[in-house]
């Protein structure tokens, strides 16, 4: 068995290095795979296919980007795995999933309510802050190339959520991440950790009675024909690092690396443009279909989901440090950039 073990890893790592080596001749173009767990038709899938659309056209064909979308090449935790073997090229896996990584620090991007909107966010992904929690991934041979928005996550079910008791005893999906595990806690709510691909079917077969994502992801998982009900919450954000195999992007030729560059800058300023409108027509149809009915809280009921969360702050500082939430929170409240 363990050599079986070590055949598939040298095979993998092989087939890493091979991707690695660039451009055999003239005519064989630098392959990038682009893998990813969300449909094509979300703010990360239509940027993927952005990407892959100008770098092919600043590269004259030179490089090829291959994107597969819906977890058709490697689920949520492979995919990291198969990043760092050098087997995938370019990922944009969510905030969520660096933590397990033991980049702990992106763990503060999921502390309910830290972010009140997408302009709020930006300034930390663009200020100083963001470059530095960029270069952290460094230390794991992974290159962070830029931050994708998503949106805001809502909360669904087969029960009315309102008020915080409702989540006693409800079992929530949720992505690998202790500050979710811990939000859930606070509610009372049974938190299990499983890969998107599996959601839809987990919550048909009552696997897991509830889940928490944006209104693009739920509408393209179809999970709202699953789930009787949406609460409007916005209590946290889902967005994204785009990433790529620091070794292979450290051997590009430099003025290949400096297109593709320059594909990634324009295509996340498309993405970050258009993913409040792809969340706001995911949310339209979902209303149109008539499948879930959609909750909105009151101000009051808001403050009490507001307050059941606070403890939640306390546990991400044990392992995060206080220091980094205040730097985050004071990025977050500047007026500079
Ligand atoms: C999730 O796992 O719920 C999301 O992070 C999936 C994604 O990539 O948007």
Redo the contacts with the bound molecule.
């Keep these: 068995m363990r050599k079986l073990i070590w055949a598939a890893a040298s095979i993998a790592a092989l087939t890493g290095a091979l991707a690695l080596t660039g451009p055999a001749s003239a005519q064989s173009p630098i392959i990038i795979k682009f893998s ?3 449909a094509t038709d ?1 703010p ?1 899938g239509k940027a993927a296919e952005k990407f892959k659309e100008l770098a092919e056209k600043y590269t004259a064909g030179k490089v090829k980007v291959e994107v597969y979308p819906n977890s058709t090449l490697y689920k ?1 935790k492979e995919e990291l795995e198969a990043l760092q073997l050098g087997s995938v090229q370019m990922l ?3 905030n ?2 660096f933590g397990p990584l033991g980049i702990r620090e992106f763990e503060v991007f999921d502390l309910p309510y830290i972010l009140p909107d997408l302009k709020t966010l930006r300034k930390v992904t663009e200020g100083p802050l963001g470059l530095k929690l960029l270069k952290l991934l460094d230390s794991k041979g992974i290159t962070g190339l830029a931050y994708w928005d ?1 949106g805001f996550k809502q909360m669904s079910a087969n029960k009315k959520l309102v008020t915080p008791a409702d989540y006693q005893g409800v079992k929530f ?3 690998s991440s202790r500050v979710l595990q811990a939000q859930f806690k606070a509610l009372g709510s049974l938190p299990q950790v499983m ?2 691909s599996e ?1 839809y079917q987990a919550l048909q077969t009552g696997v897991v009675d509830g ?4 209104w ?2 739920i509408y393209t998982q179809k999970m709202h024909e699953v789930q009787k009900y949406i609460t409007e919450t916005d209590h946290g954000y ?1 967005g ?1 690092v785009v990433i790529v195999n620091k070794k292979f992007w450290d051997d590009l030729p430099a003025d290949i690396r400096d297109q593709l560059a320059k594909a990634m800058k324009e295509a996340t300023d498309f993405n970050n443009a258009q993913s409040q409108k792809e969340n706001d027509d995911a949310l339209a149809e979902i209303k149109k279909s008539g499948k879930s009915e959609i909750i909105k809280l009151t101000p009051e009921q808001d403050d009490a989901m507001r307050k059941a969360m606070e403890p939640v702050y306390k546990d991400a500082a044990s392992r995060i440090g206080q220091p980094l939430i205040d730097e985050f929170q004071k990025e977050a409240k500047s007026t500079t950039n």
């Design positions: 990813h767990v969300v979300t990360k949520d944009a896996p969510s969520s999933k998503n999906r949720i992505q890969a998107f959601v889940q928490e994502n944006t693009s992801n889902i994204y």
